[in-house]
Nanobody, 135 residues
């Protein structure tokens, strides 16, 4: 059973930075179609939305348009951890951030493996870490 533990959330002022970490245990997907890990975020009354995803085999990453150029997802295969470096934070980035794993990937003959960004494509979830950005 996969367990995910997030850390690194907190309160910052607009323009600041935070680095979220997600430590995974029991995570050992054998198929390339299951090797996605991702960060989602959610605010009260709204659906959980993808922020960034990474294929842990190919290393390919995808980002939501709202965070492109500001956030960077990365991985450490040795420790089975995924990170989200968040720079230039804005008040609208305020949310609970969730780590997800065992996400579905597809293969493109032009671009290689890429992760799907729907929450229902991911089987395992962490408990979340709160990020609050003040103006």
């Amino acid at each position: 059973q996969v367990q995910l533990v997030e850390s690194g959330g907190g309160s910052v002022q607009a323009g600041g930075s935070l680095r979220l970490s997600c430590a995974a245990s029991g995570y050992a997907p054998s198929r390339d179609t299951d090797k996605c890990m991702a960060w989602f975020r959610q605010t009260p009354g709204r659906a959980r939305a993808a922020v960034a995803a990474i294929h842990t085999g190919a290393g390919s990453a995808l980002y939501a348009d709202s965070v492109k150029g500001r956030f960077t997802i990365s991985q450490d295969n040795a420790s089975k951890s995924v990170y989200l470096e968040m720079n230039g934070l804005k008040p609208e980035d305020t949310a609970m951030y969730y780590c997800a794993a065992e996400g579905r990937a597809k293969y493109s003959y032009t671009g290689g493996w890429y992760c799907l960004l729907r929450s229902d494509e991911y089987k395992s979830w962490g408990q979340g870490t709160q990020v609050t950005v003040s103006s």
